[in-house]
T-cell receptor
Framework: GAGVSQSPSNKVTEKGKDVELRCDPI?????LYWYRQSLGQGLEFLIY????????KSGLPSDRFSAERTGGSVSTLTIQRTQQEDSAVYLC?????????????FGEGSRLTVL | GESVGLHLPTLSVQEGDNSIINCAYS??????FIWYKQESGKGPQFIID?????DKRQGQRVTVLLNKTVKHLSLQIAATQPGDSAVYFC????????????FGSGTRLSIRP
């Protein structure tokens, strides 16, 4: 597609349920990022992929969070046993990669509400 | 830990005036800085970037200034327009952290007619 696509755009779930958020990056972009943004806050780094590997997982808040990327394209962020504090907008971004490229192309996010 | 922060959480500017948004960073190893704009309900959008071997870079109506001595970054928007209303984030990356890009907390820019 022309831009980064995320789904679902909105997800309401009950505490304790698992959720999966999907990101479809721009075709040909090797780098993929996940960020979390709470209401009125900045972007919290979660994880970064270069190809299918994740050199940096340091931002994942707990072991309930995991992410994978297959075929160097689509990525899935999974949150197990959701808690209310997981409520936020989860943003995915992709870039052409490389050290000199800080131009990330963001999707419109997946808004997660945990009741 | 590493952090990027902003001096002013909100900024109100008269339409047509210039806007200056400031940012402080704490990681002296940061070698690359980026400004993003986020409109309501959308993902952030790249505005301009600057490497640590530069102290100024200009784009269309925007200028980024970098002062490594005091670890300060600013974004100047000339002739501010209503469409400039958004939240602006500075972001940084350190040479040692590969492509991990850390965002600051943001400044909301509002334009007075």
């Amino acid at each position: 597609g022309a831009g980064v696509s995320q789904s679902p755009s909105n997800k309401v779930t009950e505490k304790g349920k698992d959720v999966e958020l999907r990101c479809d990056p721009i075709s040909g972009h090797t780098a993929l990022y996940w960020y979390r943004q709470s209401l009125g806050q900045g972007l919290e780094f979660l994880i970064y992929f270069q190809g299918n590997s994740a050199p940096d997982k340091s931002g994942l808040p707990s072991d309930r969070f995991s992410a994978e990327r297959t075929g160097g394209s689509v990525s899935t962020l999974t949150i197990q046993r959701t808690q209310q504090e997981d409520s936020a907008v989860y943003l995915c971004a992709s870039s052409q990669g490389g050290r000199g490229n800080g131009e990330l192309f963001f999707g419109e996010g997946s808004r997660l509400t945990v009741l | 830990g590493e952090s990027v922060g902003l001096h002013l959480p909100t900024l109100s500017v008269q339409e047509g005036d210039n806007s200056i948004i400031n940012c402080a960073y704490s990681n002296s190893a940061s070698d690359y800085f980026i400004w993003y704009k986020q409109e309501s309900g959308k993902g952030p959008q790249f505005i301009i970037d600057i490497r640590s071997n530069m102290d100024k870079r200009q784009g269309q109506r925007v200028t980024v200034l970098l002062n490594k001595t005091v670890k300060h970054l600013s974004l100047q928007i000339a002739a501010t327009q209503p469409g400039d209303s958004a939240v602006y984030f500075c972001a940084e990356r350190s040479y040692s952290s590969a492509s991990k890009i850390i965002f600051g907390s943001g400044t909301r820019l509002s334009i007075r007619p």
